[in-house]
């Protein structure tokens, strides 16, 4: 997927897992969250199936905050928040 993030204040740091399993886009996500400074917003590709459930739990668990997800043909992309 080749979309910007949209006009906000706040540009996502992107994380391309494609190609990877379960629990390996989680795992990769979280230590990259590390980097995204608090209220900052983290973009992930990912290629499995199971992400999109993957990561709703990871946010539940974390207080990360789900915004959204998106798909063009097998490639996910999820927006994350970090917590302030």
Known sequence: MNKE???GATQAVELDTTGLKCPLP???ARKKLREVPPGGQLKVLATDPGAIKD?????EATGTRYLSWDQAGEVYTILLERPA
Not at 55 to 59: D, G, M, R
């Open 5 to 7: 993030a949209c006009g």
């Open 26 to 28: 989680v795992l990769k």
């Open 55 to 59: 990561f709703e739990a990871f946010c």
